[in-house]
């Protein structure tokens, strides 16, 4: 379907919605008022979702796409940029925790389409129309993966293509809030840790990390609305000290400002001129 919604409530189109995190962001939206677009792969998942909504009078929208394929992403755009979408949440995506020597190239460029291709497009698709009426909200879904290149910690899973993805999003959210200060429109990107979905599961069966803290879907979403209503660009669900967010963001420029120079640097002048 791709007609805007006639109903005076708002319109939220959530991917990734037929289980964890999606699926909660749905059920919270509802409640809060908005009718919803639900996007996932799963058909019968989706609409036993939507049924559920609709009994509690939410009108319900169900694109069974495949964000991974062209045809699959061009269906959901087409909806996004309808002009009636009022909050996207950008959160469909899957692991492929794995040596990056044996990551299948195809699956491999299937996750940049999903988690970067698909967030950069579904953004640009509902922006306009957002902007135009001086509201709307976007919620990028990442992950504290995005923070953790070159940690070698034995917790933590190969992830080369998985966090790099996420480290996109992060900077890519982080530039595109910059860009909206002053419209009224409101960009979140959401970093939780290990939470309770299937998205951790090896086919049907739950991949148990011992000693590593589980996070609830329902927690997640709650400290991402919340980060909306305070204003935080980063949202880190866990985080405490919010601080830590401002130094890190403060090292990035450092390192920016530092490298900007037309002079070659010592270290570098120093090898091999012997």
């Known amino acids: 379907m791709s007609t805007p919604s006639t109903t005076s409530r708002p319109c939220a189109l959530v991917t990734g919605a037929s289980s964890g995190i999606g699926r ?3 059920e919270r939206l509802a409640g ?4 919803v677009i639900l996007v996932a792969r799963r058909r019968e998942r989706l609409e036993d979702l939507a049924q559920q909504l609709e009994k509690n009078g939410t009108r319900t929208e169900v694109i069974v796409a495949d964000l991974t ?3 699959g992403l061009a269906a959901v755009e087409a909806r996004a940029a309808a002009g009636d979408v009022s909050m996207l949440v950008n959160n469909a995506g ?3 925790y ?3 020597v044996a990551l299948d190239p195809d699956r491999a460029e299937g996750q940049i389409r ?3 291709t698909a967030i950069v497009r579904l953004c640009r698709a509902v922006l306009p129309a957002m902007i135009a009426r001086g509201d709307g909200a976007i919620v990028n879904v990442s992950s504290t993966l995005a923070f953790s290149a070159g940690m070698q910690a034995t ?5 080369a293509v998985y966090a790099a993805t996420k480290a996109f999003v992060n900077a890519f959210t982080e530039i595109l809030a910059d860009e909206l200060e002053g419209t009224g429109v409101k960009v979140q990107v959401l970093c939780p840790g290990v939470v309770r979905t299937e998205f951790h599961n090896v086919g049907d069966e739950p991949l148990l990390r011992p000693k590593i803290p589980v996070m609830e879907p329902e927690d997640v979403v709650t400290a991402s609305l ?3 209503a305070l204003g935080d660009v980063v949202c880190q669900p866990a985080l405490v000290d919010r601080a830590l967010i401002d130094r890190e963001r403060e090292a990035r420029h450092a390192v920016f400002g530092a490298g900007m120079s037309a002079e070659l640097s010592p270290r570098y002048r120093a090898v091999g001129s012997d």
């Open 24 to 26: 909660v962001f749905a």
């Open 32 to 35: 809060d008022g908005y009718d």
């Open 69 to 71: 394929t062209a045809e």
């Open 94 to 96: 899957f692991q492929t």
């Open 98 to 100: 794995m040596p990056f």
């Open 114 to 116: 999903a988690q970067v």
């Open 155 to 159: 917790h933590l899973p190969k992830r």
């Open 226 to 228: 919340a980060g909306l």
